[in-house]
């Protein structure tokens, strides 16, 4: 799910995924690569994601990632799916 949502903001490579999920989650969540690139793999042969060769901002040749339509959906059922068990949890917590 939050390899869907880094990619929805546009087209972005793996390690501009990685470095957003750390900034936006306050340094809370970190991806590491092992997990990452064969996570990107599977969403793309999955059909969540599109790819394309480029060139990063630093010159270097990347693989970029864009969000299907697909992916789209898929992402806002797993938000969804999210925001349903947290609220169950909280619940949970927060009873006596």
């Known amino acids: 799910m939050l390899i869907l949502k880094a990619v929805s903001r546009g087209k972005t490579h793996g390690y501009a995924i990685a470095e957003w999920i750390h900034a936006v989650s306050e340094e809370t969540l970190q991806v590491e690569e092992g997990?990452?690139?064969p996570a990107l793999h599977r969403l793309e042969?999955?059909?969540m994601?599109?790819?394309e060769w480029s060139v990063s901002e630093t010159n270097r040749?990347?693989?970029s990632y864009?969000?299907?339509?697909?992916g789209r959906r898929r992402l806002a059922a797993e938000r969804e799916y999210w925001q349903q068990l947290t609220a169950g949890t909280m619940r949970v917590l927060?009873?006596?």
């Open 35 to 37: 997990a990452l690139y």
């Open 61 to 63: 040749r990347v693989k």
């Open 45 to 47: 042969l999955r059909g």
């Open 94 to 96: 927060e009873s006596s």
């Open 66 to 70: 864009r969000l299907t339509k697909d």
């Open 49 to 51: 994601l599109d790819s």
